[in-house]
């Protein structure tokens, strides 16, 4: 997947700022890296598990065969090698990339398991080798290339298994006396394969990586207002759903802090629709500055209305925080010759503070800073209201309804 229209300087996001970067050394930052080797995982086990099935399904046909054949098709003890140690090491690794409580160990399961499976087939090739039985190389270039390829190994893990299994093929060699200039012709048609495979890997790697970024990318830039960068209002209805729940269940409070632009309406209308968005720009980045803490988060609620969510914040920063973003916007001292309040952009904020294990539904919290705005507006603008949403009279859809409570 390409954004070839993308304009990726513009963007402030984690995936964004990775894929400016680079990544040529195969290695994200901080927890990009975490996020992409599950998402790896994910990806690769349903490759590794089919290939080590088909190579089990193989390695049971050569050994049924060569039974049925009689002894002088290979060594004798290869078979019982092939049916005793690499057929349960085959099926095990099958075995253990099917267990879901395994999956975090994937790559130490699906490493080791090459690794072993490769050694295995360098002694079994070796063995053969020394009785004459053709086709030997072609069985140690496809344990490395299985080991590059098939198994989904990250890129380092696969060039460490394909070196192990180059070094032990010379050791193994060296040990069953393989006549040199056979042992050198089979190391070296391995390392062209490893070398070959190890290319691959680097390539699938890298575009698995910039897929996984730029997916990750689009998906976040759908839940953004195109305009301001804040979550839009779609995103804002599911998180704060989400969030209401998790605050019941923490017991902690919730705070809504409703924004609007004094006289945008005049503001556009006298300025242009240019300047206007420039100005929910600049506001909206006022806010998002403020959307630091883990579950705070800020979305565009329609028009030139905000919304700051902020969970269970101190008394202090609760009440210093929307009254901060007020003068901050003031300081930005944009022009506003049409405001009834000041020569410059001036907002209105209500703020409604609740606690989501009271008897408050999700929609009465969002009303009492809905009121506490108009509020702010009645008594002359440019300024922030409070409301406690648990201490206010109950009005719409301020009760949460019998059947929902607890």
Same mark, same amino acid.
């Given at each position: 997947?390409?954004?070839?229209?993308?304009?990726?300087?513009? @963007?402030?996001?984690?995936?964004?700022?990775?894929?400016?970067?680079?990544?040529?050394?195969?290695?994200?930052?901080?927890?990009?890296?975490?996020?992409?080797?599950?998402?790896?995982?994910?990806?690769?086990?349903?490759?590794?598990?089919?290939?080590?099935?088909?190579?089990?399904?193989?390695?049971?046909?050569?050994?049924?065969?060569?039974?049925?054949?009689?002894?002088?098709?290979?060594?004798?003890?290869?078979?019982?090698?092939?049916?005793?140690?690499?057929?349960?090491?085959?099926?095990?690794?099958?075995?253990?990339?099917?267990?879901?409580?395994?999956?975090?160990?994937?790559?130490?399961?699906?490493?080791?398991?090459?690794?072993?499976?490769?050694?295995?087939?360098?002694?079994?090739?070796?063995?053969?080798?020394?009785?004459?039985?053709?086709?030997?190389?072609?069985?140690?270039?496809?344990?490395?290339?299985?080991?590059?390829?098939?198994?989904?190994?990250?890129?380092?893990?696969?060039?460490?298994?394909?070196?192990?299994?180059?070094?032990?093929?010379?050791?193994?060699? @060296?040990?069953?006396?393989?006549?040199?200039?056979?042992?050198?012709?089979?190391?070296?048609?391995?390392?062209?394969?490893?070398?070959?495979?190890?290319?691959?890997?680097?390539?699938?790697?890298? !575009?698995?990586?910039?897929? +996984?970024?730029?997916?990750?990318?689009?998906?976040?830039?759908?839940?953004?207002?195109?305009?301001?960068?804040?979550?839009?209002?779609?995103?804002?209805?599911?998180?704060? /759903?989400?969030?209401?729940?998790?605050?019941?269940?923490?017991?902690?409070?919730?705070?809504?802090?409703?924004?609007?632009?004094?006289?945008?309406?005049?503001?556009?209308?006298?300025?242009?629709? /240019?300047?206007?968005?420039?100005?929910?720009?600049?506001?909206?980045?006022?806010? !998002?500055?403020?959307?630091?803490?883990?579950?705070?988060?800020?979305?565009?609620?329609?028009?030139?209305? +905000?919304?700051?969510?902020?969970?269970?914040?101190?008394?202090?920063?609760?009440?210093?925080?929307?009254?901060?973003?007020?003068?901050?916007?003031?300081?930005?001292?944009?022009?506003?010759?049409?405001?009834?309040?000041?020569?410059?952009?001036?907002?209105?904020?209500?703020?409604?503070?609740? #606690? !989501?294990?009271?008897?408050?539904?999700?929609?009465?919290?969002? /009303?009492?800073?809905?009121?506490?705005?108009?509020?702010?507006?009645?008594?002359?603008?440019?300024?922030?209201?409070?409301?406690?949403?648990?201490?206010?009279?109950?009005?719409?859809?301020? #009760?949460?309804?019998?059947?929902? /409570?607890?």
């Amino acid at each position: 997947m390409e954004l070839p229209k993308l304009d990726l300087g513009s @963007l402030r996001s984690p995936f964004a700022e990775q894929l400016r970067s680079g990544f040529g050394g195969l290695c994200f930052s901080g927890l990009l890296e975490k996020e992409f080797r599950e998402f790896h995982t994910a990806q690769s086990l349903p490759r590794a598990r089919w290939s080590a099935l088909i190579s089990l399904v193989v390695v049971l046909s050569i050994a049924a065969f060569e039974s049925l054949a009689g002894p002088t098709v290979g060594l004798p003890p290869g078979g019982t090698v092939r049916l005793f140690v690499l057929c349960p090491a085959l099926a095990l690794v099958a075995l253990a990339m099917s267990v879901p409580a395994l999956r975090p160990l994937y790559t130490w399961i699906a490493g080791g398991g090459a690794t072993v499976i490769g050694l295995i087939s360098i002694y079994l090739s070796q063995s053969a080798a020394l009785q004459g039985a053709p086709h030997v190389l072609a069985g140690l270039v496809i344990a490395v290339l299985l080991a590059c390829l098939f198994f989904g190994l990250l890129f380092p893990v696969a060039v460490a298994v394909s070196a192990v299994l180059i070094a032990a093929n010379v050791l193994v060699g @060296l040990a069953l006396q393989l006549p040199v200039n056979q042992l050198s012709y089979i190391t070296a048609m391995m390392t062209a394969a490893a070398v070959i495979g190890s290319i691959w890997t680097y390539k699938l790697e890298h !575009a698995l990586r910039t897929n +996984f970024l730029e997916t990750r990318l689009l998906n976040e830039l759908a839940e953004r207002d195109g305009l301001t960068g804040l979550y839009n209002r779609r995103i804002f209805d599911d998180f704060v /759903q989400r969030l209401w729940r998790q605050a019941r269940r923490d017991d902690v409070a919730i705070e809504f802090v409703f924004i609007d632009i004094d006289y945008f309406k005049i503001y556009n209308d006298l300025y242009g629709h /240019q300047a206007g968005d420039d100005c929910l720009k600049k506001v909206a980045a006022c806010i !998002a500055r403020c959307a630091k803490r883990p579950f705070d988060f800020a979305a565009r609620y329609g028009g030139d209305e +905000f919304m700051l969510v902020l969970y269970g914040p101190p008394d202090d920063y609760a009440r210093t925080l929307p009254e901060q973003i007020r003068r901050e916007v003031e300081a930005l001292a944009l022009p506003h010759e049409g405001s009834m309040v000041a020569r410059h952009v001036t907002l209105s904020i209500g703020v409604g503070f609740a #606690r !989501a294990g009271s008897r408050r539904s999700l929609a009465g919290a969002i /009303q009492s800073a809905d009121e506490a705005l108009y509020e702010a507006k009645r008594s002359g603008r440019n300024r922030a209201v409070f409301k406690d949403a648990n201490e206010a009279a109950q009005t719409g859809n301020f #009760r949460v309804p019998q059947r929902m /409570q607890g």
